[in-house]
Nanobody, 115 residues
Framework: QVQLVESGGGLVQAGGSLRLSCAAS????????MGWYRQAPGKQRELVAT???????NYADSVKGRFTISRDNAKNTVYLQMNSLKPEDTAVYYC?????????WGQGTQVTVSS
């Protein structure tokens, strides 16, 4: 069982920055892929960024060049640095962890970008 706790959301003006953190209850060496997803009101949950055990990263086209995902293996934590935020980035952001046998989600953290 993997528990994920997100933090770092909040309210920011357009053009600003936020950094999200996701702390895992187990060593992230045991997690194949960690990532961030988001869900805006009335929309489906969508991929934002993922990072594999080997630190290969993948980003949604809408965030490329603005967001950066990184892993701190010593702290069992994954981060999402979000720069140049836009109002359309407003959503609940969820941390995700995929092991060989299961898929885990955090409780979500709200990010609101005002214009």
């Amino acid at each position: 069982q993997v528990q994920l706790v997100e933090s770092g959301g909040g309210l920011v003006q357009a053009g600003g920055s936020l950094r999200l953190s996701c702390a895992a209850s187990v060593s992230i060496f045991s997690i194949n892929v960690m990532g961030w997803y988001r869900q805006a009101p009335g929309k489906q949950r969508e991929l934002v960024a993922t990072a594999t055990f080997g630190s290969t990263t993948n980003y949604a086209d809408s965030v490329k060049g603005r967001f950066t995902i990184s892993r701190d293996n010593a702290k069992n934590t994954v981060y999402l640095q979000m720069n140049s935020l836009k109002p359309e980035d407003t959503a609940v952001y969820y941390c995700n962890a995929r092991t060989t046998f299961a898929n885990y989600w955090g409780q979500g953290t709200q990010v609101t970008v005002s214009s």
